[in-house]
């Protein structure tokens, strides 16, 4: 119906066209086909990659393909960082079609995960992050798991997110924990223990010590807490000390007389051993002992020191006689003793006895020999013993009486006349004395009240030989009844 030179025409098929034309009245008809192809229809999946990864985009649909990247392939491999339109266009027989898909890019997670080192039995916290999921190889499904492993062990985790993931492996090490061994000690107060512990490198002490053992000295049980170290794991252990009180013994010393025996008795042990090997004792001079205690517990004293001290046994052999003087004489009482290592004279003016001292007209106090000077009538009656040795070794000697008598004065005359010369002497002295006086006895008494010897006055002039007594000071007593004593020097 077109009455044009030209048509256009969009058939869906193959279709002809008459066209007829005229000119001056006269016409020509001319048949056209017009050949219609088939527009592809050119079909390509769009993608959601992570970042990091690739994407195949596939076109079809057509039979060549152009990209706007370039490509001429039907499908291509891309890999951008962010999301990225691309475009392809598809030929078959001369027509295209051409299409745009997006490739979408999800970021992918960059898991973090941190490595430990433990000690054996303990555990480990291990934390991922930087994902919004989590999944572990030991089917844990949270960010952290708690792990005790004996051995050195790797925990692999995979963090997700949007679909996009990330695995990491860690180590966990795992330093074997030392075992601590340490002794238990029992002491006795005053000693020392020694505390050793073993098992690890270094140690620490609750007393700040960092040896391995460590030398105590408590007074009562004690814990002691070590902390062995190796590797920095550490194992506490804590031991007893436990401290038996060591005995405090007390000894007696003693006094005892020869020949006798003494028990020692001890106390403040439960056991005891002697320096000598018993308890029972018999020196024959004055001696130490040694005493040790044990308790129970066996802990055993200081040793301590005890004296038993041996006295002689003082007997009185030789007592002292009755003495009748004048007054202004000397009076000399004497004992003999078996020891005279000990002696005191005694006197009684009433009071009962009291001890003489070497002052006013006594001397001689302490020795066997007691003079008493000057008499007066005050003297008169005055009773005098002697203790030789002391407590129940000692002895006591009669009584002995002190008499004043009075005398004529022609005996008072002849006492007072008596002359001994020389005086000091060599080898011999001359008593010079009346007639009336020949006959009466003499007495030499030595510096301790011994009699050395006796004699009769022979003569006015009695000679007596002093070759065998030794130098020093005599006594010589003269007179039966009533005595006069005079002191004599032998040099």
């Known amino acids: 119906g077109a009455t044009t030179n030209s048509i256009s025409v969009s058939p869906n098929a193959n279709t002809n066209y008459t066209v007829t034309g005229l000119t001056n009245g006269c016409s020509d008809t001319k048949t056209v086909s017009v050949t219609v192809n088939q527009t592809p229809t050119v079909a390509v999946n769009s993608a959601t990659i992570c970042s990091g990864t690739n994407a195949n985009i596939i076109a079809s649909g057509a039979t060549s393909y152009s990209w706007d990247n370039g490509a001429t392939t039907s499908s291509i491999s891309v890999s951008p960082n962010s999301n990225t339109n691309y475009t392809v266009t598809g030929l078959?027989?001369?027509?295209?079609?051409?299409?745009?898909?997006?490739?979408?890019?999800?970021?992918?997670?960059?898991?973090?995960?941190?490595?430990?080192?433990?000690?054996?039995?303990?555990?480990a916290s291990i934390i991922a992050s930087g994902a919004t999921s989590f999944s572990w190889d030991n089917?844990?499904?949270?960010?952290?798991?708690?792990?005790?492993?004996?051995?050195?062990?790797?925990y692999t985790v995979t963090g997700l997110t949007n679909g996009c993931s990330d695995t990491k492996t860690v180590s966990v090490t795992v330093n074997q924990t030392p075992t601590v061994a340490v002794n238990s000690a029992t002491i006795c107060s005053g000693t020392n223990a020694s505390i050793i512990a073993s098992g690890a490198t270094s140690y620490s002490w609750d007393n700040g010590a960092t040896t391995n053992s460590i030398s105590v000295s408590p007074n009562a049980n004690t814990n002691y807490t070590v902390t062995g170290l190796t590797n920095g794991c550490s194992d506490t252990k804590t031991v007893s000390l436990t401290v038996n009180?060591?005995?405090?013994?007390?000894?007696?010393?003693?006094?005892?007389?020869s020949g006798n025996s003494f028990t020692i008795n001890p106390n403040g042990a439960a056991t005891y051993s002697y320096s000598n090997g018993s308890a029972i004792v018999s020196p024959l001079n004055t001696r130490t002992y040694t005493v040790t205690g044990s308790s129970i517990e066996n802990c055993v004293s200081v040793p301590q020191t005890l004296t038993v001290t041996v006295e002689a046994n003082a007997t009185i052999t030789s007592q002292p006689t009755n003495q009748t003087l004048l007054t202004g004489s000397t009076a000399i009482f004497t004992?003999?003793?078996?020891?005279?290592?000990?002696?005191?004279?005694?006197?009684?003016?009433?009071?009962?006895?009291?001890?003489l001292s070497n002052i006013s007209q006594y001397s001689g106090v302490n020795t066997a020999t007691l003079t008493v000077s000057n008499l007066s009538i005050s003297n008169d009656n005055q009773i005098f013993r002697c203790i030789s040795g002391t407590g129940l070794c000692g002895d006591t000697s009669d009584i002995a009486t002190l008499f004043l008598s009075p005398v004529s004065v022609e005996e008072l005359r002849l006492l007072q006349n008596i002359t001994i010369y020389p005086n000091p002497a060599t080898s011999q002295v001359t008593?010079?004395?009346?007639?009336?006086?020949?006959?009466?006895?003499?007495?030499?008494?030595n510096c301790i009240g011994k009699s050395v010897f006796v004699g009769k006055i022979n003569s006015e002039n009695t000679l007596i030989d002093l070759?065998?007594?030794?130098?020093?000071?005599?006594?010589?007593?003269?007179?039966?009844?009533?005595?006069?004593?005079?002191?004599?020097?032998?040099?």
């Open 335 to 355: 004992i003999t003793s078996t020891s005279n290592s000990i002696l005191q004279w005694q006197t009684n003016l009433g009071l009962g006895f009291q001890n």
């Open 245 to 257: 009180q060591t005995p405090t013994v007390a000894v007696n010393s003693a006094t005892i007389c």
């Open 139 to 154: 089917g844990a499904t949270t960010s952290s798991i708690s792990v005790s492993p004996n051995a050195n062990t790797n």
């Open 431 to 445: 008593i010079l004395t009346d007639a009336k006086l020949i006959g009466s006895v003499y007495t030499f008494y």
């Open 467 to 491: 070759e065998n007594l030794s130098g020093g000071i005599y006594l010589i007593s003269i007179g039966d009844n009533i005595k006069q004593t005079f002191k004599v020097i032998k040099q």
């Open 92 to 123: 078959t027989n001369g027509c295209s079609d051409t299409k745009t898909v997006s490739v979408t890019v999800n970021q992918t997670p960059t898991v973090a995960v941190n490595s430990t080192t433990i000690c054996s039995g303990t555990n």
